[in-house]
């Protein structure tokens, strides 16, 4: 990873933060956002509106795409907020980006639950946090990145996670 272009990907289950620590973070690094859903093909929408989790075979090419984002951005840097739940899912993107970084953000159920219930227009619903967090495999030891608890406020979980990305360096 190059210290002024960092390839980052903000990940965790949804309601962990991914979208605002990711964009904040992006301009604490000075490098442009990009949130992952919006690469999401709109089958895989449609499905999670109705309530229905994503089968592997339904994220590899949007993980490629992923990817391939991040690789577009070697030299210029980009920070991506994608759930990347899977050591599988990470290795996807790594094989199109190797240099990236991931932000692991967690926090207990009950927080993520709660921030859930508050959003609105999302295509996520809260009912499938559940099959997220059993999904979950946080980040290896052997992977480059961070785990950030999301308990305190976005201020505070960005300089933590902006600091430990420079660390990595």
């Known amino acids: 990873m190059v210290a002024d272009a ?25 490098v442009p956002f990009v949130d992952a859903d919006s690469l999401h093909p709109i089958t895989n929408v449609d499905k ?6 994503l089968t592997d075979e339904d994220r590899w090419p949007w993980l490629r795409a992923v990817g391939s984002k991040l690789a577009a951005a070697t030299g210029t840097g980009l920070v991506v907020a994608c759930s990347a739940l899977k050591r599988s899912y990470r290795d996807a993107i790594r094989a199109e ?10 926090g207990s159920r009950e927080l993520l639950s709660s921030r859930l219930s508050k959003r609105e227009d999302h295509f996520m619903p809260a009912a499938l946090l559940d099959s997220q967090l ?14 950030v608890d999301v308990a305190g406020t976005p201020d505070a979980i960005v300089e933590s996670a902006a600091s430990a990305i420079r660390a990595l360096d």
Request: proline share 7%; charged share 20%.
């Open 97 to 106: 980006a190797p240099e990236t970084s991931f932000v692991y953000l967690h």
């Open 134 to 147: 059993d999904t979950l495999e946080p980040l290896a030891d052997d992977e480059a990145g961070v785990a």
């Open 6 to 30: 960092p390839l980052v990907v903000v990940m965790g289950v949804s309601g962990s933060g991914k979208s605002t620590v990711g964009a904040r973070l992006a301009v604490e690094l000075g």
């Open 48 to 53: 999670m509106a109705a309530g229905k989790p």
